[in-house]
């Protein structure tokens, strides 16, 4: 099993990609960061899903806010908890004590070569990582992202929400030289339950299985208000899939540079899939060095119905 680490800012996506991994990979801790909601709400909604399902995994806190400017939310979409939709239990454990930029450097040196570091919020922790420490990307098995977009944004016309709420970061977390997997909202917007699917979910005979179905069915409502969208979409969980069912998502190697200055397009994710033949003269721009394996389609029904087993699966 591929031992893994979620960074991440629950979020009810967030959270059924923390369910997923636990189940189908070896989740050797959770990182938690400013997004969907504040870092207090996000670390108590990680340390509530895990005591919803009954996960012994360390949680460490993080960053409060991106490398530059302000925290972005997304409350109309997730609440003002951040998890808003279902009654949580109250956290059984705290936080451990150590930061999660050390926490994911400390993991990543003790699982040399096998940890993929899972990063479904804004990617202000582990651009500090790599910061504090140049070798962690040479450590890491792989960074898997849910972010970006190649082609429509969500929280602008041009921009994903997590790369949008810290550019920078996200810039130097693509250009870290880690073999790197995106799943952006390309592909995840059409990846998630549907209305039956939430049903399924609610006939589960676990407490966790219901707790879901009512986070899904807030969530599934925000998207029809907001986006018009009549789906759930399961952004974080497809920056999994790689490491569980890789057949279920196709990738591409592109290039994936962040635009930090465009007044209509800071936050965006410039994915060169002009599948360029090297050598052409002339003023088309060459292709840069692909630094990603980006998601392009999805067998979203097989995918989805692998989560839900999972979800299923908890008492
Ligand atoms: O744009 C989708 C992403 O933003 C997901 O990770 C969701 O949880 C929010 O963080
Ligand atoms: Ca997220």
Known sequence: MTKILVDCDPGHDDAIA????????????????????????TTRNALAICTLAGLDVPVARGCEAPLVGAATHAGDIHGRSGLDGAVLPEPDHAPIDAHAVDFIIEQAERHKGELVLAVVGPQTNVALALRREPRLASWLKAITIMGGSTTVGNITPAAEFNVYADPEAAAAVFACGAPTWMAGYNVTRQTGFTQPEIDRLR???????????????????????????????????????????????????????????????????????????AGATGAIQEARRPNARVATSSDARALISEVIDAVLSYP
């Open 18 to 41: 923390i369910l997923f991994a636990a189940r189908r990979c070896e989740l050797v801790g959770i990182t938690t960061v400013h997004g969907n909601a504040s870092l207090e709400n």
């Open 203 to 277: 006939r589960g005979r676990g407490r966790t299985a219901a707790a879901i179905a009512d986070l899904m069915q807030f969530y599934l409502d925000g998207q029809r208000r907001v986006f018009g969208l009549d789906i759930a979409p399961m952004h974080d969980v497809c920056a999994i899939f790689p490491f569980v069912r890789p057949d279920l998502l196709t990738h591409v190697e592109a290039s994936v540079e962040v635009e930090l200055s465009g007044r209509l397009t800071r936050g965006m994710t410039v994915c060169d899939l002009r599948n360029k033949r």
